[in-house]
């Protein structure tokens, strides 16, 4: 337990209430410290209301809708689905309002105090907050720590000024209730590959216009190689390597302008170019608190900035934009506030799940950037095509590939890096994800028992692969 000055109203205070500000809210009133957030709009933030969980409600959506029009395969004469999408957009809804309700509930019974409004940090670890509009605070509070988590928003580019209509970023898509004919889905990384995704599957002509030489920059070679194949069958048109310098508008659409003098003509634009650190507001006068030249705020491994007594989490630092990156974050900084040992996130290790279709999930290691390390290493991977449960499923696209350590006896040492795409991917990374953070060897992680039929096999039967014994890979 911490000892607040006599001079502070809260042990901690926290300025935003997304994942990382609720995760440090909740794991600190756990402890027994008195806890409030401020937050201008709902609790659980982007993700919950304009990221993660409505985009993954549609990507459902779009799953729902590949299943019946393929049920005809399975015996079941269903005719072709058709997609009323206020429907859709009803039931997200539906969705996050349950889940904001659940998680207002759980702060509330924690004895954490909320306030609506914008926080803005003064020197003294005192937050000013100016009250959202029909909502009552003080107007000034203070902590024997403050914690910095007001999150992101989405980037957007010269030349592409959102409407909300012609070009939207995701909040604009997440608040769509028809879908466009054609788009043009500007960023080819894990949002604009999902959002890709959703379009083309619920019957959007979808083009992708990709800077970097290649979509999921930062994946496996082999794990990008099976998504791009999934996306021409779909119709998906891909452009890597391009640039985009502007649109035309032509009345009931625009012509996107990209690479050296090409076009495609579409009903609307969907940026997807990552998102920046929201500081507007945040750092008063005299705060001190520094922040780079891309705007995060700048901490150290254990999340502290610069101001004594000050910690920021989440997508305002410079790490994963990830919301378990958030919650992982705001559990650091609460141990090492209490003084207890607190263990830095290995960023390298974290999980990282997209949920295009196919689905793709991994945590370590690519083989490309084990060997550019130094590392000698030693690969085996398993197709879907031979698991038992993918083919009852009629999924069979995609691989799991195990990447591992050849120790100098020439035996496989500690496993490096688990690298997934293929049906429900996101679902059986956690043992992978384990193995990773444990530099477990495959001798060990082998001696587990994969239920049959299962997904999660393909797994264990790559690692049973890396001891020089496997079952069904070679």
């Known amino acids: 337990m911490i000892s607040t000055p006599d001079d502070a109203d809260f042990d901690i205070v926290v300025i935003g209430g997304g994942p990382g500000g609720y995760a440090t809210a909740l794991y600190a009133a756990s402890a027994g410290l008195s806890v409030a957030v401020v937050e201008k709009e709902k609790v659980g933030g982007t993700c919950l209301h304009r990221g993660c969980i409505p985009a993954k409600e549609f990507l459902e959506t779009a799953e729902i809708y590949r299943t019946v029009a393929g049920a005809k395969e399975f015996g079941v004469n269903a005719g072709q689905p058709t997609v009323d999408f206020a429907t859709s957009q009803g039931r997200k809804q539906k969705v996050v309002d349950q889940l904001f309700r659940g998680l207002a509930g759980l702060m509330k019974g924690r004895g954490i105090t909320v306030y609506q409004g914008t926080g803005t940090l003064l020197p003294g670890r005192k937050v000013h907050i100016e009250a959202s509009p029909g909502a009552e605070a003080p107007s000034e509070i203070s902590g024997a720590d403050v914690v910095l988590a007001s999150g992101s928003v989405p980037r957007t580019i010269p030349g592409f000024e959102v409407d909300g209509g012609l070009v939207m970023t995701s909040d604009e898509v997440l608040d769509m209730t028809e879908l466009p004919r054609s788009v043009a889905v500007i960023g080819g990384g894990a949002i604009g590959c999902e959002f890709a995704s959703m379009f083309a599957d619920l019957g959007t002509q979808v083009t992708i216009l990709e800077v970097l030489p290649t979509l999921l920059a930062g994946c496996d070679e082999e794990v990008v190689a099976v998504v791009n194949r999934s996306f021409r069958k779909r119709g998906i048109t891909v452009h890597t390597g391009v ?39 945040l750092l008063g006068d005299g705060a001190g608190v520094a922040v780079d030249e891309r705007g995060f705020v700048v901490v150290d491994e254990l999340m502290r900035t610069n101001v004594d007594g000050v910690y920021a989490v989440g997508d305002l630092v410079n790490t994963p934009q990830l919301a378990h990156v958030g919650f992982a974050e705001g559990i650091v900084v609460v141990k090492t506030i209490l003084g207890e040992h607190a263990l830095p ?39 879907f095509g031979g698991n038992s449960r993918a083919r009852i499923l009629g999924d069979t696209d995609g691989l799991v590939k195990v990447v591992a350590e050849r120790q100098a006896d020439g035996r496989t040492g500690r496993i490096l890096g688990v690298h997934m795409v293929g049906p429900w991917v996101t679902e059986l990374l956690g043992p992978g994800y384990l193995a990773v953070n444990w530099e477990a060897s495959p001798e060990e992680v082998g001696q587990f028992i994969q239920p049959h039929p299962t997904l999660s096999e393909a797994f264990g039967e790559t690692v049973l692969a890396l001891t020089g014994r496997g079952l069904h890979v070679g």
């Open 243 to 281: 640039s985009v310098t502007g649109h035309t508008p032509n009345g009931n659409g625009t012509t996107v302008a990209f690479g050296e003098g090409q076009t495609v003509a579409v009903d609307a634009v969907v940026l997807s170019v990552g998102r920046r650190p929201l500081t507007d507001g």
């Open 345 to 383: 996130v290995d960023y390298s290790r974290v999980p990282w799940c997209i949920y295009c279709s196919p689905e793709v999930a991994f945590a370590g290691f690519t083989e490309q950037a084990a060997r550019e390390a130094g590392l000698d290493v030693v690969v085996k991977k398993d197709p």
